[in-house]
């Protein structure tokens, strides 16, 4: 495998895992904190719900999605299938409950006597919301990692939705499970090591800036 | 009903099974300090709450000057009027709470929430720390600060605000006497200075009767006797409020 190629690989795989986390993260916290903000009917069956989607499988999503983006799908308009934007759409879906369900974890967990403190001092709304968020930052951040890393360890949905195109579409997993399948082992290997670098240079800075917080 | 004050009328709750209030009525004036006194379990935090519109009362009503401002549940969404009066009261609770800041943005809380501009914040703030002692630690992460450091910040947040009504639940709690001192000259001060209505919570009957202007007694979830420091303590009327003034009454 070229140099560059690797390094266009790695590229594209934190292009791809990086968008779809920061998307999931931009629908996800503020959603997850409304709803660990209030009680209100229902809230066992949707987070019932919501953490059955922990277990969705990857291969299933990718499936859905793939039927969804064909041209014959209700999103074939969209011509994304095989695109960096049908990859980054099936991770954020892969990874959306995540961010969202342990967001909404987190911020419930907030204690009482911050919610009324905040209120007491007229913080309503929005202002209140991002209280909850900065009070819960630590549990947030987690959610927001393990949505990271549930993103750019994942193969089975993009292999199918993004295809594998070699310069186009292949990221570190489905270029692993690429070289796999033809006996390259060491070369496998050698990209298992750097989605293994990759992701513990990040979750450390992440976990750093936990520990620094927390102090 | 007059101008310049914060009331209920008839308040009722229910808390596990338990009526903690049952029709209590209590006026609070614009430039008065008034002490709630009561045994403990007697329902003064929970009015207090429900005063701030933090609990919704099962039965009766609160007037904030002349607006209708009791929370219709648990989970109610505050109408415009109820937010307006909530901008303009505040309450310190017995175990106040420090957000995950610093101790200035702390205190600005308040203030960045209504929005004052950035650069009135500091001269709005810096005093009220320096006034209670707080002022060296404004850097520091106010969770870390101790208990009565936390009770002092507690203070500092509410009274930078332009507030009505100051709501204090035993807000001397944690402190020592010359922090005590600066606390009751404080809650004095914003009531006989800011024109603040101060409603105090407090089983320190010594403490009543250094800064209170009226006295309220809250006994088994009813208010048994209510009236100026001089006459409550001089010539009570109710008989739990005659025991209590002669030390027969714990509270």
């Not at chain 1, 709803?35 to 009917?41: I, Q, T, V």
């Not at chain 2, 420090?98 to 005093?127: M, S």
């Not at chain 2, 404004?138 to 101790?146: I, M, N, Q």
Request: aromatic share 6%; with cysteine; net charge positive.
């Amino acid at each position: 495998m070229a140099e560059t190629s690797l390094a266009s690989v790695a590229a594209l795989s934190l292009l791809v895992s990086g968008t779809a986390t920061l998307l999931a993260a931009l629908v996800g916290v503020p959603a997850g904190a409304w709803l660990g903000s209030r009680g209100f009917r229902g809230r066992r069956v949707l987070q019932t719900l919501l953490h059955s989607l922990y277990g969705l499988p990857p291969v299933l999503l990718g499936l859905l999605l793939y039927l969804s983006l064909s041209r014959t799908g209700p999103l074939g308009s969209l011509r994304w299938l095989y695109t960096v934007q049908g990859m980054v759409l099936a991770q954020f879906l892969l990874i959306l409950p995540f961010v969202l369900g342990l967001t909404w974890n987190a911020v419930a967990s907030v204690d009482p006597g911050v919610r009324d403190t905040a209120r007491t001092l007229g913080a309503h709304g929005r202002t209140f919301l991002a209280t909850l968020v900065r009070e819960a930052r630590l549990g947030v951040l987690g959610a927001v990692m393990v949505g990271f890393g549930r993103a750019v360890s994942e193969v089975g949905a993009v292999i199918i939705v993004g295809g594998n195109i070699q310069g186009e579409t292949e990221v570190l997993t489905t270029s692993i499970v690429k070289y796999t399948g033809r006996g390259d082992f060491a070369i496998a290997v050698g990209l298992g090591l750097i989605l293994l670098a990759i992701s513990l240079t990040i979750f450390a800075a992440l976990t750093l800036l936990q520990g620094g917080d927390s102090k | 009903m007059t101008p310049g004050s914060l009331s209920c009328a008839g308040v009722a709750k229910t808390l596990g099974g338990r009526r903690v209030l049952d029709g209590v009525s209590i006026e609070v004036h614009s430039g008065e300090v008034h002490a709630l006194l009561g045994p403990s379990g007697a329902g003064k935090t929970t009015l207090l709450r429900i005063l701030n519109m933090l609990e919704a009362p099962d039965e009766g009503t609160v007037t904030f000057n002349t607006d209708a401002i009791a929370l219709s549940g648990p989970n109610a969404r505050l109408t415009p009027v109820q937010s307006e009066a909530r901008l303009k009261m505040a309450l310190v609770p017995q175990k106040p709470i420090a957000f995950r800041t610093t101790v200035f943005e702390n205190a600005a809380f308040g203030l960045r929430v209504r929005g004052v501009p950035k650069e009135e914040v500091p001269d709005r703030v810096r005093p009220a720390l320096e006034k209670l002692g707080i002022a060296a630690l404004a850097d520091r992460p106010a969770h870390r600060l101790s208990g009565g450091e936390t009770q002092r910040l507690a203070f500092a947040r509410a009274t930078v605000l332009p507030l009505e009504f100051l709501l204090l639940d035993e807000f001397t709690a944690n402190l020592d006497p010359p922090n005590v001192k600066a606390l009751e000259q404080a809650a004095g001060e914003s009531a006989h200075e800011r024109g603040l209505g101060v409603l105090f919570v407090t089983h320190d009957l010594f403490q009543a009767r250094r800064i209170a202007d009226r006295v309220s007694l809250l006994v088994d979830g009813r208010i048994v006797e209510s009236a100026p420091k001089a006459e409550f303590f001089e010539a009570p009327q109710h008989a739990r409020a005659k025991a209590f003034v002669a030390g027969e009454l714990s509270v």
